[in-house]
């Protein structure tokens, strides 16, 4: 990307609609009005005006608004055009444009890079735009707006000064002789308590953000012909899984995403769990397996009919404990048994037929009431969204502050505290893109559409 270049891009979806939007950004956006405008209109004001073409000919007629640097999105001049949304006419803007030497197209998410380089938003901001782009649910919109207008942020920022205060205290001590040990002692145990216990809250609640963003993952599990394909295709109200009578039929993970009251769950359907000489039904129990350790809550599909305890204890124990299970005992439609929700020996039962679609809204509530989407937290306005990246770097961010509290708890050495503090403080700073490579940069504006 090259930062001299003046950028320009439809903003709007292409094809034909009510309006169009062109933004141009760069030193020479001022020229782009004079040629387009035949004026720089005043700042910030919406102004009804002729676009013109290269021959002085009247394209369009819209609003142009000009945002003249820093004030703006990019931090650079920024001119939008918005006018009738006929492909032609747009194309025939953005060819007047383009005739001006140094503009060119805008790369995908070239505009929210450039506001990040200017210093307008930082990383997880603008990662954050491209999240309420494509947010799959109001509860994810609403937490990637929080997100974009500085919610995840500030709580970086407060345990980011909480790290340079200790860092501080830290080269204080070990510069200064006259420094007191006893106070150093005090102010350090208090800081790094009061630190670690704020930064969990933070994670946790960047663990909820990353379920709001990307789905609470569920995986139906179970032995062969028990109605697991039957089940996602319950869930998920259309046939998506081939369902038959021969065992061994889903061979590989069918996943979909199911809106239960506004939250998104991504649910898994996987191959039978049995002992088989098949190499491709082997790999497709490998996967399954695979599947459930990255799951949220495992759904476990038991026959109604055909009960067998010990194969059912067997996998139930190779489930890892901390992922919370749910028996689904199906074809009760078969047995003539109540459709209901119960709990036997700690473990939610829910009796349902996938095949008569009875008891599916009963495992649909169940599902949510389970979720992380009943919790309390997606109810509060300083809920953000996160990516799996926001939380491995607070995890390791977290893991250091704990090393230095340790060392300094048993050692009571306040130099073997410093390089993890300085960890600590670069971790974070992998999430606003203060320390960030290029290449890293590169992949996260890749995925942003055009016009951002």
């Not at 697991?228 to 259309?238: E, G, Q, V």
Request: proline share 3%.
């Amino acid at each position: 990307m090259n930062k001299t270049d003046t950028i320009v891009a439809q903003i709007t979806p292409e094809g034909k609609s009510g309006v169009a939007i062109v933004r141009i950004s760069g030193e020479k956006a001022p020229e782009v009005c004079m040629k387009v405008l035949k004026k720089i209109p005043s700042p910030r004001y919406a102004h009804y005006l002729n676009f013109f073409d290269n021959n002085n000919c009247i394209i369009d007629q819209g609003i142009g608004i000009w945002f003249p640097a820093p004030y703006s999105f990019t931090g650079e001049n920024i001119l939008e055009l918005q006018g009738h949304g006929n492909p032609i006419l747009i194309n025939l803007i953005l060819k007047t444009i383009l005739s001006i030497p140094g503009l060119r197209f805008a790369t995908p998410g070239e505009f929210s890079k450039r506001a990040f380089l200017n210093g307008k938003i930082d990383l997880s901001q603008a990662e954050a735009i491209a999240d309420l782009i494509n947010a799959e649910s109001e509860q994810s919109a609403r937490a990637s707006l929080n997100s974009m207008q500085g919610v995840f942020l500030k709580n970086i920022q407060k345990i980011l000064i909480s790290i340079i205060s200790i860092r501080t205290i830290i080269e204080s001590s070990i510069n200064f002789e006259e420094v007191d040990d006893k106070f150093v002692e005090n102010t350090l145990n208090i800081k790094l308590t009061t630190l670690i216990i704020f930064l969990k809250k933070v994670i946790k609640s960047a663990y909820q953000g990353t379920i709001i963003r990307n789905g609470f993952k569920i995986t139906i599990i179970g032995l062969p012909n028990v109605g697991k394909s039957s089940l996602l295709n319950a869930l998920s109200l259309k046939n998506l899984a081939i369902v038959t009578n021969i065992e061994g039929t889903t061979r590989d993970v069918i996943q979909n995403y199911i809106n239960i009251e506004g939250n998104i769950f991504r649910i898994n359907d996987t191959a039978g769990l049995r002992k088989t000489n098949n190499i491709i039904e082997l790999i497709g129990i490998k996967k399954a397996w695979k599947t459930v350790n990255k799951s949220h809550h495992i759904l476990y599909v038991i026959d109604n009919i055909n009960v067998n305890e010990q194969i059912h204890t067997r996998i139930l124990n190779k489930i890892p404990p901390s992922i919370p299970r749910t028996i689904v005992v199906n074809k009760c439609d078969l047995t003539k048994k109540k459709y209901k929700l119960k709990t036997m020996k700690s473990i939610d039962h829910v009796y349902i037929s996938s095949k008569k679609n009875i008891g599916i809204n009963l495992l649909r509530q169940h599902l949510l009431k389970k979720s992380v989407f009943n919790k309390s937290i997606t109810l509060n306005k300083e809920q953000f969204s996160a990516r799996d990246r926001h939380l491995h770097y607070l995890n390791k961010c977290l893991l250091e502050l704990i090393k230095g509290k340790r060392k300094w708890e048993k050692l009571k050495k306040i130099e073997l505290i410093a390089e993890h503090m300085r960890l600590s403080q670069m971790y974070l700073d992998n999430i606003t893109g203060t320390f960030t490579s290029e290449d890293l940069l590169n992949q996260i504006f890749s995925n942003f559409c055009v016009g951002k």
